[in-house]
């Protein structure tokens, strides 16, 4: 499991595209945007530095700065944006949750279930923070509860392969073993390698079929 961690920045990417595309921003909005996607990430601070300087109180441009931070690996910096988009804006969820990802980073379990709590009491219809949700609880041994946010997570969205891999790890765990595989095949069906993990799924279930011999 801990080789998924790497694909928590899959979120970020997300949470960039729904809340700088909303923005429909020009200027140094949008030359920003297009930094991190180009991971140029020293100009996407500067250029939300620059957004910021104009306008101090436009909390999407320190989330914005906030996501390039963590991507350039500055989580302190990347926290501080965080709270300051907060701090302007109570209900901007999308940074709660980029904190409770700057929490898993720092295999800081509990924290980032508070952070992913807060992000899915205001919006949760949000399978992403189920997922990491039940990544943080996978960590800290609470399995029952790890499931229960895989769980929902595919409730909310059938297509969303990462949380039928989490699911298949917690069901191998705790020895689910036919749920395990039915996870891990739907996993294959919908990601196949896009995540890095066929190898890792392939050998994982030919752990669970000798069990079985």
Known sequence: ????MKNLLYFLTFLVSISLYAQGGEGFIKSAFNAVQ???????IEQYTKAI????????????????YFYSDNVSEALADFNKAISIDKNYFEAYYAKGICDLKGSKFNEAIANF???????NAFPEALYAR???NY???NYEKALTDYNKSIQLQPD????????????????????ALKDFDKYLELNANRDGLESEVAR????????KE
């Open 139 to 141: 960590y800290l041994e």
């Open 204 to 211: 994982l279930i030919k752990e669970i079929e000798m069990t």
């Open 53 to 68: 300087d104009n306008n101090s109180s436009y909390a999407p441009a320190y989330y914005g700065r906030g996501l390039a």
């Open 38 to 44: 180009a991971k140029n990430y020293p100009v996407a």
């Open 117 to 123: 709590d807060k992000a899915l009491s205001i919006s």
């Open 160 to 179: 969303y392969g990462l949380s039928y891999y989490g699911r298949a790890i917690t069901n191998k765990i705790l020895k689910f073993n036919d749920a």
């Open 1 to 4: 499991m801990g080789e998924n």
């Open 134 to 136: 039940a990544n943080a």
